[in-house]
């Protein structure tokens, strides 16, 4: 129900009552085995710069090690449907809430018409706030409904987003957290399982406060929590990063960079030849003949 609260968790725990603890749905996202054809979202980049105006053939890809007849699709030729999940426990309250907001409509504005957004939140609870739609006036009311409070369960908050990212729209998720995960049923363990298992492609924003003048002279760099760490992991995994926010102004600019990024990336389409067509298969891309480095995907999985 658009505009109201709704619990998403449950969609979680239906799911881990058939299949078993750390086991993913049965349905992929994208990746069927009915489906002949497989997506892979690629992003290119020459230093921190992207990469425009590659061919199929600057590309080589290996599904499980063997190399594969690829077809390039232009990126702005398929709408996200991206899926904005946003940590307000009550940790966010005062002005990091208000930073939260102005970086989720400023990624908004580096949406296309036709793609669409939606807005899960998430405190010790897991609400639907906007229901995907390429009407971002709803998106940008229901940010200015954010309100502050509880705790945090940040893992079910993001099986709920890739949950809602299903379709035949390129999934986004991105994700925002400023603590520690305290409430979840779902674990770090399960998380992998499912961002493994489906096609959405993650990026986790945390903010990090900058420390004080004192604590960075004994501590120049800022050590990487487990949760970090995991977050990282599931969202390289994804074909996303982790990015560090430690003020408005970065949570911004990191907002609006995963937006840009989504206009310059490549999608490369084949059909698996050579392989097994059930079961884990592996990614690996590079490019020919052209200096970049090509961030993709780890893998995909197909049902039996």
Known sequence: MSGGRRALVALAFAVLARTGHAQ?????IEFRSQVAAVNVDAFVTRGDQPVPGLRASDFELRDNGVPQ???????????????LVFDTSSSMAGDRLEALRVAGEAFLDGLRPLDQAGLVTFSQDVFWLADPTSDKAVVRRALGRLRASGATSLYDALYAGITLS??????????????EDNTSWLGEAD????VQRSNALVHVVGWRPPLPPEARRKLPLQTETAQDRALREIAEAAGGRFWDADSPG???DAF?????????RYVLRYEPTGVERAGWHRIEARLRGVKGDVHVRRG?????
């Open 24 to 28: 993913s749905p049965q349905k992929p």
């Open 191 to 194: 998380l992998k399982v499912v």
């Open 166 to 179: 299903e379709g035949e729209l390129r999934p986004l998720i991105v994700l925002f957290t400023d603590g």
């Open 69 to 83: 007849q690829l077809e390039l699709l232009l990126a702005e030729s398929r709408s996200l449907k991206a899926i």
């Open 250 to 252: 970065r949570l911004r």
């Open 256 to 264: 609006r960079a995963i937006a840009d990024a989504m206009g310059h």
């Open 300 to 304: 995909y999985w197909l049902a039996p």
